[in-house]
């Protein structure tokens, strides 16, 4: 089976812009959790969707969203960009949802505000 | 709120020596415990898993320990390899909140030739 993909891979922003992300998890897979990853503070947990509802969320201001759609893929968007939402955003899939589902993480994608 | 500690954050060691890695949880309700290893510009990857139903587990240089009432687990690498240099993650299942993954801040292991 294909790995969980991303895309875009790399992207440059500017303050105040928006950017959407995508994922798209392995075949089968239902949950996809998405995480925020930086050198200052590991990897956080931003939220989490299982059969198209968010089924938990992290401490990450309103201005952080995401959706699900049917066939499991998964976006997430940043509204009104600021220049310390530089990191690298990696989202990751398992089969079902909850304790002793092993995660598998995409490549990510590397998000730059200027 | 809960967390997950990890310790060492750096970790250097030679070919052929062991290196330990150790976390401790604040949930006692957590059950799942699994081990990431990201190398540099990569993905993290599962290296190994233990759920709270068992103390150790083993796989090949590679095994993890838990001990549920300390609240802590660790990884065990024997053999070093230079391959083996890479960031270190644990993370731990945490039900409050919803449940969700809660990751350690990462060791970064290298293995000198």
């Known amino acids: 089976k294909a790995g969980v993909t991303q895309t875009p891979r790399y992207l440059i922003k500017t303050r105040g812009q928006q950017v959407t992300l995508s994922c798209s998890p392995i075949?089968?897979?239902?949950?996809v959790s998405w995480y925020q990853q930086t050198p200052g503070q590991g990897l956080q947990f931003l939220f989490e969707?299982?059969?198209?509802?968010?089924?938990n969320k992290g401490n990450f201001p309103g201005r952080f969203s995401g959706r699900q759609f049917s066939n499991s893929r998964s976006e997430m968007n940043v509204s009104t960009l600021e220049l310390g939402d530089s990191a690298l955003y990696l989202c990751?899939?398992?089969?079902?949802?909850?304790?002793?589902?092993?995660?598998?993480f995409g490549p990510g994608t590397r998000l730059l505000v200027l | 709120g809960e967390n997950v500690e990890q310790h060492p954050s750096t970790l250097s060691v030679q070919e052929g020596d062991s290196a330990v890695i150790k976390c401790t949880y604040s949930?006692?309700?957590?059950?799942?415990f699994p081990w990431y290893k990201q190398e540099l510009g990569k993905r993290p990857q599962l290296i190994i898993d233990?759920?709270?139903?068992?103390g150790e587990k083993k796989d090949q240089r590679i095994a993890v320990t838990l001990n549920k009432t300390a609240k802590h687990f660790s990884l065990h690498i024997t053999e070093t390899q230079p391959e083996d240099s890479a960031v270190y993650f644990c993370?731990?299942?945490?039900?409050?909140?919803?449940?969700?993954?809660?990751f350690g801040q990462g060791t970064e292991l290298s293995v000198k030739p």
């Open positions: 075949s089968g897979h239902r949950s």
């Open positions: 993370a731990a299942w945490g039900y409050n909140q919803g449940g969700k993954l809660i």
């Open positions: 969707y299982f059969s198209e509802t968010q089924r």
């Open positions: 949930d006692s309700a957590s059950n799942y």
């Open positions: 990751a899939s398992s089969l079902g949802q909850g304790a002793g589902e092993t995660q598998y």
């Open positions: 233990i759920r709270s139903n068992v």
